[in-house]
């Protein structure tokens, strides 16, 4: 008989984008935390950084009721400043933020302290090291006061960390409260991201790399130290994908104990008429400023195809992206026009004044705007990237060309002075999406993408590509996700495999495309929270289970 799976009666996560839009991590705890709610009632606890800039955030309702016996004793016995409220997302968990600014003062004892008990090495720190590692230690502190004021000895606890900048709270918690077992979860390890941003290979020499060793020629020695001691320590250690798992293996000496893959909840997509009609405004509002943009008519007929992300140039793919287009354009097979719109936000300044005012105007315009390819004027116009590679390519927007591209250069947050609308608001208006990444643990944007009926490219240097491929009866781009094989040095085959997929997508008939959308959908239907909690589940019972082990060897 197997044994019955531990449950814990208590879960505390902290991360660095808790109440603080960041990155792909807070798209992680944001999406799940309802299902977790719905399972733990208010057991659940996020702990995340109290910035001084962001004391007043429309994600975060302060509660002067919640817990406020335990905060004033935190206060005057435990010297921690917290705040306590609810997170404003779906499930409305319990979060506490923490002030950490008070232990900068403490900081040399607490980074001696990490060396003689777990030998974390902060003495090449740099950067936000310092400020990530005191967050990290006021969450542990926070935990052990919590559970020390509220909780009973029989009570399971189970705390997990994300990324290394939380790492010193899973060793603080190990020596000063190890009854709660540890959860240590990496999204990338820091060193696998910036071999990849450093243009080494990353993939083909995985298994001659030496994380120590690359970690002092990249200069990276103390985040690398926390997130491998961490890894080595945990009661369960976790990463997203296979992928990241084998990076893991290679250069933290630690394969994770479980694979916690990204899902997401689709509450956000709409439905019925609302879709249709959401789809309706965006796709007009691209085309309508592009072709104010450029001089242009490109008409409803357009293939509109997008990328987005982080503008992290060669490790989301939009070089190769580009270089697709560019192809694409002298591609004699393509029947449509296509409008490629690159949304990566950039050092950007002011919306265009010109491009404003003639959207206002009800006018069609036959002359193109000085740099016709981007919405807004950026701080760096001379060293764009995206800009660069335009003008080596050659590309111009010229009337005759077959694909123009429109650059976006801004967060789309509903008053960025062009659109005006929300990422997702636009999204949902394009025909196809291509994420030719080479560095990408999971990746949200394309699940984003086919939840919205949008199909897309991706790769299998992708958590999410690789997923996709060991779905059963999983067809390519016939069902709604097309992904390429990528590795160190096949960058132009990569190029051409978009530039053919787009190809052969405009080419497709209506009863088609709405067949492919579909099924796009249906994958997404997949990666669902529901379906993926389980393997939270059981990182929770190993963590328990080691824990116990732990307790036991020490007693």
């Known amino acids: 008989m ?32 309802n299902t977790l709610q719905a399972k733990f009632h208010d057991r659940l606890f996020f702990i995340g950084p109290d910035l001084p800039n962001r004391k007043e955030t429309p994600l975060f309702t302060e509660s002067d009721t919640l817990y406020a016996a335990w905060k004033a004793h935190a206060a005057a016995n435990d010297h921690l400043s ?80 994300h990324e290394w900048m939380t790492g010193m709270a899973v060793l603080y918690l190990q020596s000063a409260v190890p009854e709660i077992a540890t959860v240590f979860t990496t999204h990338a390890t820091s060193i696998g991201r910036s071999i990849a941003g450093n243009n080494k290979p990353l993939y083909d020499y995985l298994f001659a790399y030496n994380g120590d060793q690359m970690a002092g020629e990249l200069n990276m020695q103390s985040k690398h130290s926390i997130e491998k001691q961490t890894a080595h320590y945990a009661d369960c250690f976790t990463t997203v994908s296979e992928i990241t798992d084998n990076e893991c293996k290679e250069l933290l000496d630690k394969p994770a104990d479980v694979v ?15 879709f249709t009609g959401k789809r309706k405004r965006a796709r007009s509002l691209l085309l309508r400023v592009a072709n104010c943009l450029m001089g242009t008519d490109l008409n409803d007929d357009t293939l509109i195809v997008g990328t987005s992300g982080r503008y992290e140039f060669k490790n989301k793919g939009i070089d190769v992206f580009l270089e697709s287009m560019n192809r694409l354009n002298r591609d004699r097979d393509l029947q449509r026009p296509v409008l490629a719109v690159v949304s990566v936000p950039g050092w950007v300044g002011e919306a265009r004044a010109d491009l404003q005012e003639r959207l206002k105007s009800r006018d069609t315009f036959t002359a193109p705007l000085e740099v016709p390819f981007v919405t807004h004027w950026l701080h760096n116009m ?33 008053n960025d002075g062009i659109f005006n609308k929300y990422y997702y608001d636009l999204l949902i208006g394009e025909d196809l999406t291509v994420y030719p990444s080479y560095y990408e643990p999971w990746g949200y944007t394309p699940l984003e993408s086919v939840a919205f009926h949008v199909p897309t490219v991706t790769t299998d240097l992708a958590g999410f590509g690789r997923w996709v491929q060991s779905l059963t009866d999983w067809q390519g781009m016939t069902d709604g996700v ?39 959908a249906s994958i997404a239907e997949q990666a669902l929270w529901r379906h993926f909690i389980a393997y939270y589940y059981e990182a929770y019972d190993f963590a328990l289970r080691r824990a116990a082990q732990r307790l036991t060897k020490n007693d």
């Open 482 to 520: 097309e992904v390429l094989h990528r590795s160190d040095y096949n960058y132009s085959e990569v190029a051409d495999g978009i530039k053919d997929a787009v190809a052969e997508f405009s080419a497709k008939k209506k009863s088609e495309v709405y067949d492919i959308r579909r099924r796009a």
């Open 82 to 161: 917290v705040r306590v409220g609810r997170w404003n997302i779906p499930g409305n968990p319990i979060v506490i933020l923490v002030d950490f600014q008070p232990f900068f003062t403490q900081k040399n004892e607490i980074y001696t302290d990490m060396w003689n008990r777990y030998e974390v090495d902060s003495l090449h720190a740099y950067g936000d090291y310092d400020e990530a590692s005191m967050f990290a230690y006021a969450s542990g502190r926070v935990v052990e006061s919590f559970y020390r004021y509220n909780l009973m000895p029989a009570d399971k606890v189970v705390f997990q960390a």
């Open 382 to 414: 001379s060293s764009d990237r995206v800009l660069d590679m335009l003008k080596y390519l050659g590309m111009s927007n010229h009337p005759d060309d077959k694909v123009k591209v429109l650059f976006v250069p801004c967060y789309l947050d509903g």
């Open 2 to 33: 197997m044994n019955e799976t531990k449950i814990p009666d208590y879960l505390f996560e902290a991360s660095w984008e808790v109440c603080n839009k960041v990155g792909g991590i807070y798209t992680v705890l944001s999406t799940r935390a």
């Open 260 to 274: 916690l893959m990204n899902g997401f909840e689709d509450d956000f997509v709409p439905q019925g008429s609302t």
